[in-house]
Nanobody
Framework: QVQVVESGGGLVQPGGSLRLSCTFS????????MAWYRQAPGKQRELVAS???????NYADYVKGRFTISRDNVLNTAYLQMNRLEPEDTAVYYC????????WGQGTRVTVSS
C-alpha cells in the first residue's frame, strides 16, 4: 500500500530549526515531485517548497533563504530543513507526492513559540 508519512514536527522557539522528513513507500519514488505544503489555523493550505525528479526546486517567497528542500532517492525520503523559524511558520505541514497521481500524508504539526 502506497503511503506518505511525515515526521519531525514539534515545538521550537523563534529563531530555531527543525527538519521534517517525508517517506513515500513506492518503488518509483525517483519520478515523483515531492512537495511540502502547510496549513495554519483558519487559513488555506499553501505550497512551501517542491523538488522535482530532476531536483529542480521551487520555494514560496516567504521561506526563501530560510528553508531548504531535498530528497534522497535511495531512502525514498524528502526533507524540509527549516531555519530561522518564525511564529508565522506555525502550521500543520503536509507532504505531497505527485506524478500521474497525487498522494498526501497526514501532516506533522510545527509550533513556533517562546
Amino acid at each position: 500500500q502506497v503511503q506518505v508519512v511525515e515526521s519531525g514536527g514539534g515545538l521550537v522557539q523563534p529563531g530555531g530549526s527543525l527538519r521534517l522528513s517525508c517517506t513515500f513507500s513506492t518503488s518509483m519514488f525517483s519520478i515523483y515531485t515531492m512537495a511540502w505544503y502547510r496549513q495554519a489555523p483558519g487559513k488555506q493550505r499553501e505550497l512551501v517548497a517542491s523538488i522535482g525528479s530532476s531536483r529542480f526546486t521551487n520555494y514560496a517567497d516567504y521561506v526563501k533563504g530560510r528553508f531548504t528542500i531535498s530528497r534522497d532517492n535511495v531512502l525514498n525520503t524528502a526533507y524540509l530543513q527549516m531555519n530561522r523559524l518564525e511564529p508565522e511558520d506555525t502550521a500543520v505541514y503536509y507532504c505531497n507526492a505527485h506524478a500521474l497521481t497525487s498522494y498526501w500524508g497526514q501532516g506533522t504539526r510545527v509550533t513556533v513559540s517562546s
